[in-house]
Structure formats: structure tokens, C-alpha cells
């Protein structure tokens, strides 16, 4: 429609179309229709849709229409890469349009100096993270900053919605609208499951009242080429990391123009990288990205990618989202995709054009993935997406907020109340979840009234508004904004060199000097810690540790587990599969069985002084880490010392000192009648949930990285601590309350646990090996997550006193005379 | 106080140390049975409410949760004698924050034995809670310090020293993995208790500060869930480095 377009574009824009030898998309113009509407935009396109330029270009055509000053439009991304890579694509725009508007970032990279001339002399466009943009707005000078906005875009809000940085970004879009009211909300998303839930979010009211929001719909993709790679290389038992089929990997880069090879975890990075490498003999410029890695050299990668100056990167979830590069043409999925609407994502790196196919190559890392990467496929044929409707907003995300707006300014109780209301995932808050935060926040929410002089919070006498304590109070505030609780850090560095990134505290505690290890692409040589600074140098020798990345693995969906599941047991279906997993389930059914549809196959064996029980679920890990509380309680009280279980999509393992053997019983219907709750409570799920809670509501300090461990004592506090002080005496803490929140939305599933609990009273299966089976040797590799504090650790000091005594050969005698005396 | 009948002696680990025999008790308290004497170090009384008044704002319970494990051993072993071996409060205004219920529970704890608070440097001065106060003390063969002094023990006619201060944490490495629980640590010539209060943390007993006061022979009793054990202080993990060093 190019009469169409020529009359809605303004004359400068559309020759700069027509230049580019481009026609503008439909929705692009109904961009700019909605704009003149002055309505909230939700804009759905699939990846390649232009849908960022649909997104910038109503506050484009204004600025170049009525030029001013000041803060314009906001873009928020969720991810600090695509901030700058929009910054980068919108600069070069604006280059080619000569028009005089002026583009920055500010994300946690920004120099200070920078953000505080941002601050006084604001860009017209600013790019910028959920994170950076809570912290603009504690600031007193907020309300001068957004006078003048017209636009807040968020990118990639389907990323968002449900977690609880989308919980940071409604509450920072509610703040806004109060601060700045004149400002368009417009979000960019993908293609989802649940879209009025996104309308919601950039509703007025948080709520998606009926035309409320425009939403307009972009082209649809052709359906993407999409291949599983059949190895000729051995297919591992176990393992994810994919090694086995790096050189046909390395091939298809070669025939490739450019590729994108994503993995799951940053490990698996940093070894595919290196193992690459070791192989490239053509010497292609192939490149490492995650989020480890220092934000210069991060950069430098995605500007050689998009300078079309490499040939492949191997990359994590860093690149999952947005980044424009039309010049990739394949890519790569090493391990099982996870999810449908992820792989559809991450495919859609590939051929970034709606009008031509993208191409993609799925490498399983196991057997057990093979299966997996089947499902997906069959899912993508299907069209079916995956995803639940976002849960409400979790109420430490809410303490932070509350927190932070004291910084910026005092509040009065009832409009905050009002303002958090309009935040979608608070739209339903009751007034007394509401009270119950701010008094945690004020005073920490104790019953316990002579704690009341102890603030962070007061209520002024002359207007009942409330303030922060201190300034101290509002410091630590903006420090502690943010939702991602990450394990302790150290920065690496080259010895006299620059720094390569951040490494995960307890894996440097590990490492003596002389130890080599992978990172950055690179095999290096601990040298020693400066305080906190890891000091490497480059080469070395001996086998090298990977570093390991806690939170690196994501939840398979439940959508495909039940996929695998019918795949399993169906025989008659397994021609389309490679001949090794054919043959591997083939070695199951030989040594143990196969679980049935309508069954449930348990296993048990011993291993490595333990015994080891596995039962083929298939419920999905939510239902099976409930069953694995439930079990290893069960356990306990038999007598059979449970050390721990692990729960995976499709898979259920235990492990104890003794041999369980007594299944059926084990697996009673009446488990669930007993005390669920408070079995949860004290597992170790529910104590990292709560840690991670207590640090987001700023209960507890993030700790400095490497603070010294001579003030630990003085200053550090478990979390433990602190969650079993809490159940003893306030078991209703509002802490305590967002914790089964959470728990409840990540953790629980129990109409399924109850499902399998009647398939295993009918159809219990159990198989008593000599040795670890085919099937379960997936499930054993993510051994160690859940740990179970009972009788048994009584019982492993007791066993390791006595062989470390025995050990201890000459001092024997001393101990014996001074430690084991009988009275 | 509450009754609890007392349950067969000894439930803790023996310690043979000076001609004498001490018991290490789950609870993390020393029980001297010829003396008749229970031995605590480094309640760190109001440590939460000292946290809170510098604006984190953690649970204030730990007075509380400290004075029921302090109840317990007390009500188990009957002591005719109590020594606290220094921070017995967290800092000098501590027990002017006491709630009155603690107070009153302290006081009650107090005058059931011969209290002796020994100095410690968060509480250098007396407490005001009842009881003797004193630097350090003799009993017997022993002397009660809150810190052990370098150089003070292994002459002929030195005593033998019972002191706290360092809050000693072993890492036991076991079949299944890695086990942390508060410990003692002994040698033939002095003794060092684990940290008593709630909120005490800890410090690797394997650290310098530690192992330069003890002699080749030290062992750690380790306390579990309900048990306590020996092992020797060389067998324990120590923490692979020391960024503060």
C-alpha cells in the first residue's frame, strides 16, 4: 500500500524508506496511527518483524515534527545487550535520517559521570534496563527528568510478564505514570500464550479492561527449517554438554555464513568454545558470549556480529533475545531446547526476514535429550506454545519498591497503595498484604513492640507521610535494587592486564594456585586471590576445571514432558528416532523395563556406597519435587537415613545410606495427608526460596564479593538463621508469606503428585538392579541439588569421626587418651 | 524454669583435659561434673536488636531463642555454678534492651547458680544483671578467660585455659558431602568453646587465629543435630583461602 504509507509517513521518512529500497510494514503505520489515537500499544510480531523500529518510529516522526529538548521516549529492554544493540540500530537511523536527536543507554555498565550528566542533561531517546530505570526514578529529581516524556517502550515483554523482574518493571511503569501521566505505554512482544495478560501490563488501571489497549498484530513468519542432528559420533548415556558432535557442529559453521550456536548453561559455553577452537583448522572467527564475561568484551562481540565480521558465536541465554542481525543464517541448539516458545525464540535468531524461513539445527547432548528435541519439533509442527498465565506479584518485590519510593520521596500510604494497585501483577493486592509490607519495611513487622524504635521507615507527625530514616536507608535502597539474586562474584583479571569477568565465589574456592581452568574462552592459570580480585594468567597445564554457574538450568515445560512421556511408551513410534536411542531404550527394556503410560516403573540400586531410588514420574518437576519432600520424610521415619533427591522433568531419584525396599509402602495415597506443610517448610527448596526473598525485600544485605572473612562473624548472617528464628516465632511473617508464594508457584503441584500416587498404588512396577539403568543415568547427573538434614548427618559425622580418627594413625593414641575417654 | 529430668550422664563428648574430665554438651555449653560447673561463651546477647539499630532490621528474637537453649542445659545439668566467658552481651547498652520477659528469664537463670560473667570485648564492664563479674577467674586446675592468651599455658605450674572469643566452626568432610557444625577445640593444655548466642556465626577452626594456639595433638568436638564427636583438628577442612589474607 504505498499510496497508503506515503500519506501516513511523513515525507522525510518515507524517502528514507524508499532509499533503503523498503516498503514499511502494515503494523509499522498502525504504530503510528495508534499514536495519534494517544492510546497504550501492545505490538505482537514474531522476531524479524521490525518491530523495535515499529516501536521508535511514532516518537521519531514527533520529535522530527515539533524538535525539543528533553527526555522523549524511554525504551526498556530486559536485557543490557539489547539496549545497546537498539541504541546502536536507532543512531544509525537517525544518522541516515540527518535528523538531530539524540540517543544514549544507561544500564549498570554507564559511568557514573555519564549518568549523572544524563540526569541533568537528558537525551532525547534513552535506552535503558527495568533495574537502571527503578533507580532513575529514586531520584529527587525524577519528576523534572520524565516532565517532558512521551513514550516508555518495552521490548521483549513477554520476557517479562510473570517473573518477578516483570513484578520490578510494572511497579517502576506505575511510578511513572503517577510521575510522568502524559507518557504512551507501548510493548513489544513476541508471540505468546496468554496476550491479554501483556495488555494488562501496560493498562492504565493495570488492569485489560476492553479497548483499553490497542493491540495490533504483526506479519507471520514462514515456518522455520528445522533439523535434529543425526551424530555419527557415539551419543553419550549422560551429559548435556554436546562434545560428541563438535566436529559436525564445526562443519556446519563452515558451510554457514554465520551461525549462532546456543547453549544452556555458561559452562557448556566456555567448553564448546574451547573445544572448537581445538578443532578449527580453517581458523574461523568464532567468538564466546554470556553473561560472566567483562561488558567490554561482551560488546566487542556483538559489534564484530554485527559488523558481520564473525562466523560464529557460541553464546547463552545472553543473546536470546531481540538482537537485530540479519546476517545470521543458521542456528545452532546444543542440549534440549527447554521449551517450545524458547526454541521458537531462539530460531528465530536465524534469518532475521519474515519472508524467508529460518534455519535451525538441534544437537542433543544425551539420549534422553534426542527424545526431548523430538517433542519440540512435533510441538513446533503442532503450533502449540507453551507458558502459564502470570502469577501475582510477589510481595518482596513489592518491600523493595516500597523501599525505594521513600528514597525518592516521601509518600503518603493510601495514594501508594492506590499507585501499586495499578501494577498489574498487584492489581488484586488486599490493603492488608499492602499494610503487612509497609511494616516490614518500616520497622521490619515484628510483633514484638519494643522493636518499633528500630526504622527505616517514619511517619512525619505534620502530614503522615513517610520517609526513610536516613540517608544511609535510601543509599543502601538504591544498592539493593534489582530481583536477581546471584551467587557471590569475583572479578578476574589478567596479572598486569584487563579484567575478563566474574566468577563465582565458591568456584574460586576451589582452586589452589597452578590450577587451570576455562574462561572467556580462554585456558588460564589461577595465580592467587588480591583481595578481591582473581588474579589468572594465560596458558597453563593439567586438566581444567569449568567454572560451574549456580541457576544456569531452566525448567523443561511440562507442555513437553508429556510429549516425551507418550513417546516412551509407545515402541511402535520410536522409528523416527536415531538408532542409538533406539537402541538405548531398547538396553533399558532388556535390563529393567520401560515405564508404561498407565503405570509407575520405580527402580532401585546401589551406587557408590548408596542406595538410589528412581521412579519415571513424568509429572513434571513442580509435582516431583513436592513427591521428593514427601518421599524423603517418609524415608526418614523408616529408618532408611535419605541423604537427598533430585527432581527432573520426567524423573523422580532419591538416595540414602540404606536400601529402600519396601515401594509400594513407600508410596502410600495417604502421604498426602500428612503434614505437607510443614515438611515443606523445612526443606532446603523453601530456605533458598527464602534466602533469595530476603535479600530482594533488603532483610538481608547482598554481600560484597570477597568481603573478608575475619568480619563474617560479626556481619553475616545466615539465612537460616534467620528463616528458623521467623517459623519459631512469626510464622506469619510477610516474609515467610512471599516464600510459600513463591514455592507455590515453582514448587507444588499436588493434583499431580496425587495422580501418581494412584497410578502407584494400581500399577507399581519396581525393579530391583545391581546397577544404575539406562534411564536413569540423565536424572543422576543433576544429583546433589536437594540435600535432606536429618538423622543421617548424625550419622556421616559419626562415620566420618571415626575414619578420619582411624586415619589419624599417630595422634590416635593422644585422642584416644584426651577426646574418647567414657566417664 | 522448666523441670526436665535430667538424662543419663554423659550425653556429650568427654574431654580429659588437666587431670580433669569436662564434657562437651550438644547444646554448645561445657559441662564440668566434679565442679558441678556449666561453662558458656559468646551469648552475644541483643546482637539483633544491635543489627536492627544500625537499620537491619532482622528478627528480634534471639535473646529469647539463646535464653531457651540456656534453659535447657541448665535445667538438664542442675550446675551449682555458671560461667559466662565474656560477650556474653553483644555490646555495652545490650541488657538495657533486654524485653522485660528476657530480663526476667536472665535474672531467673542467674540466681539459680553461682553466676560469674568474665569480661569480653564487647562487654568489658559488668552487665548489671546480677551475678560476679571478673577479668578472668581460677578454678581448680583451670583459668576462665574470654580470649586465650598466647604463651600463657604448657610451663610447668601454668593452668590449665578455658576461653571463647573465636566462635570455632569445623568443616567435616563426610561420604556424602560437606558437613559445618559449631565445634570445641582441645589440646592437653587449653580448651575453647563455641559461641553459644543465636546469632553468632563462626570461624573456621582450621584458621590461623585458631590453630597457632593449639598443639599438634588438638582435636575438635564437632556438634551434630543431637550428638557431639571428635575429630582431629589436622583431618578438618580448611577454607581453601582467606580473602582477607
Known sequence: MPDDAACRLPPLFAGWFAAQGWRPHPHQLAMLDAAAAGRPTLLIAPTGGGKTLAGFLPSLVDLAQRPRPGLHTLYVSPLKALAVDVHRGVDGLLAGLRLAIRSETRTGDTPAAKRDRQRRQPPHLLMTTPESLAVLLTHKDADRLFAGLAAVIVDELHALAGTKRGDLMALALARLATVAPQARRIGLSATVAHPTALEAYLSPTGRADPGAVEVIRGGTAAAPQVAILETAAHLPWAGHMGLHAVSEVYDHIRRAGTTLVFVNTRAQAELVFQALWRINADTLAIAVHHGSLAAEQRRKVEAAMAAGALRAVVATSSLDLGIDWAAVDLVIQIGAPKGVSRLLQRIGRANHRLDRPSRALLVPGNRFEVLECRAALDALADGSLDGDPPPPGGLDVLAQHILCTAAGAPFDADALYEEVRRATPYADLPRGDFDDVLAFVATGGYALASYDRFRRLTQREADGLWTVAGPAVARQARLNIGTIVEATTLKVKLRNGRMLGEIEEYFVQMLVPGDTFLFAGELLRFEGLRETVVEVSRGGRGEPKVPAYVGGRLPLSTHLADRVRAMLADPQGWDGLPEQVRDWLSIQRWRSGLPRAGGLLVETFPRAGKWFLVAYCFEGRNAHQTLGMLLTRRMERAGLRPLGFVATDYVLATWSLDEPTDIAGLLAEDMLGDDLEAWMDDSSLLRRTFRTCAIIAGLIERRSPGQPVKNSRQVTFSADLIYDVLRRHEPGHVLLRATRADAARGLTDIARVGLLLARARDALTHRRLERISPLAVPALLQIGREQVAGAALDDLLDEAADALMAEAAPGLSAADDQGRLAL | ?245
Not at chain 2, 59 to 69: F, I, K, V
Not at chain 2, 79 to 95: K, T
Not at chain 2, 145 to 152: I, L, Q, V, W
Open chain 2, 1 to 245: 524454669m522448666t523441670a526436665i529430668p535430667a538424662p543419663a550422664l554423659p550425653d556429650g563428648d568427654a574431654i580429659r583435659l588437666a587431670g580433669e574430665t569436662l564434657v562437651a554438651d550438644p547444646s554448645g555449653a561445657l559441662w564440668w561434673p566434679a565442679a558441678r560447673c556449666l561453662v558458656v561463651a559468646d551469648l552475644h546477647l541483643e546482637k539483633g536488636s544491635a543489627l536492627a539499630a544500625r537499620g537491619s532490621l532482622l528478627p528480634p528474637y534471639d535473646t529469647a531463642r539463646t535464653l531457651d537453649r540456656l534453659a535447657w542445659v541448665v535445667g538438664r545439668r542442675r550446675p551449682a555454678r555458671i560461667v559466662a566467658l565474656g560477650d556474653s552481651f553483644h555490646d555495652p547498652r545490650a541488657a538495657d534492651r533486654l524485653t522485660a520477659a528476657d530480663r526476667a528469664r536472665l535474672a531467673t537463670l542467674v540466681a539459680a547458680a553461682e553466676w560469674l560473667w568474665i569480661a569480653g570485648n564487647h562487654d568489658p564492664g559488668p552487665p548489671g544483671c546480677g551475678g560476679e563479674t571478673a577479668q578472668e577467674a581460677a578454678l581448680g586446675p583451670f583459668v576462665f578467660r574470654h580470649e586465650a592468651r598466647p604463651g600463657a599455658v604448657g610451663r610447668p605450674g601454668d593452668l590449665a585455659e578455658i576461653s571463647g572469643h573465636f566462635h570455632p566452626k569445623a568443616l567435616v568432610a563426610t561420604r556424602a558431602r560437606r558437613v559445618a557444625g559449631r565445634c570445641f577445640v582441645s589440646d592437653d593444655r587449653r580448651l575453647i568453646l563455641p559461641a553459644f548466642g543465636a546469632y553468632a556465626g563462626g570461624l573456621n577452626v582450621r584458621s590461623p587465629a585458631i590453630e597457632r594456639l593449639m598443639g599438634p595433638g588438638a582435636v575438635a568436638h564437632v556438634i551434630g543435630r543431637a550428638r557431639v564427636r571428635a575429630i582431629p583438628l589436622a583431618a578438618l577442612v580448611a577454607d581453601p583461602y582467606d580473602p582477607a589474607g
